[in-house]
């Protein structure tokens, strides 16, 4: 069975700090890792990463995968409030289907 | 918005009712998805249609029936739904192509909060 690990559950940071979320899978037959971040209710597209060791960047947002070890992390530099969110991690599989893991929630004080 | 709307955004339900959840996407993808956000969980894939057609039931009771008219337009009917079943239904749409590749990016909607009485 699928199994996608986020960590950690929860954090709590303040604005400028930098932050690094971390998802570790177990997929059989991988194709890709999404991340999304969920602020509300519709978890929105952040990344999709496929091939090991090439970072993703968008402004202070960047991720990077490693297929060896099996994890991705997310990095966001420079908090801020907006920030704040649940950030998803999904694996998709040969067959199309995505494995969501638990997520992490993210409060960025000011 | 991200072209994928749900409806109602909320819901509270007794045991004995029936109701039914709206999804619509705009966007023309030909793959759609119902998902479970309970507290605590990740989020669990309970249907996916793609091209109209069911191709996924992820052993989910029969107190959810799904349905998808056509590619745009999909509907979860509930029935004698049970407290447990309380929870954040967020469709989603993709555009699969058929001849090999896959468009893994799922688009959300802002989902309906249940809650069963």
């Known amino acids: 069975e699928d199994k996608v690990v986020q960590s950690p559950l929860s954090l709590v940071v303040h604005e400028g700090d930098t932050v690094t979320l971390n998802c570790s899978y177990e997929v059989t037959n991988f194709r890709s890792l999404l991340w999304y971040k969920q602020e509300k209710k519709a978890p929105t597209f952040l990344f999709m990463l496929?091939?090991?060791?090439i970072e993703k960047k968008s402004g202070r947002l960047s991720s990077i995968l490693d297929k060896k070890e099996l994890f991705s992390i997310l990095n966001i530099t420079a908090t801020q409030t907006g920030d704040s969110a649940i950030y998803l991690c999904a694996v998709g599989d040969a067959g199309n289907m995505l494995t969501f893991g638990g997520g992490t929630r993210l409060m960025v004080k000011p | 918005e991200t072209g994928v709307t749900q409806t109602p955004r909320h819901l509270v339900m007794g045991m004995t009712n029936k109701k039914s959840l709206k999804c619509e996407q705009h966007?023309?993808?030909?793959?759609m998805y119902w998902y479970k956000q309970s507290a605590k969980k990740p989020l669990e894939l309970m249907f996916v249609?793609?091209?109209?057609?069911?191709?996924e039931n992820n052993s989910v009771p029969s107190r959810f029936s799904p349905e998808c008219p056509n590619s745009s337009h999909l509907f979860l009917h509930l029935h004698t739904l049970q407290p447990e079943d309380s929870a954040l239904y967020l469709c989603a749409s993709t555009q699969l192509i058929f001849t090999g590749g896959v468009e893994e990016k799922l688009f959300f909607g802002s989902g309906t909060q249940l809650s069963v009485l």
């Open positions: 496929t091939s090991s060791g």
């Open positions: 249609y793609n091209f109209k057609e069911q191709t």
């Open positions: 966007l023309g993808h030909n793959a």
